[in-house]
């Protein structure tokens, strides 16, 4: 997959965006990564069923996710205003 992207992004001007892997992560993992990361542009790639995304030892309900990453945007915005 990486050797994809090194290939696909090699032509283009501007720096290729980053792409982080977390195997085997929790929620908190994720939610770490992302505050560390500070995206602004944020791609997740798992797999699913109908209860929601599942991630190590726990699925996680889209309402969760939407919520913790509103959380997320709304402190990285009011950061930026600094």
Known sequence: METAYDVAFTSLKDPKPRLVQIPYSTWS??????????????????????????????????????????IHNDFACKSENF
């Open 29 to 70: 993992d994720v939610l770490v990564q992302v505050g560390r990361e500070n995206p602004t542009i944020l791609h997740f790639g798992w797999h699913a069923e109908t209860s929601g995304m599942i991630l190590y030892e726990k699925t996680v309900q889209p309402e969760e996710m939407i919520t913790a990453i509103k």
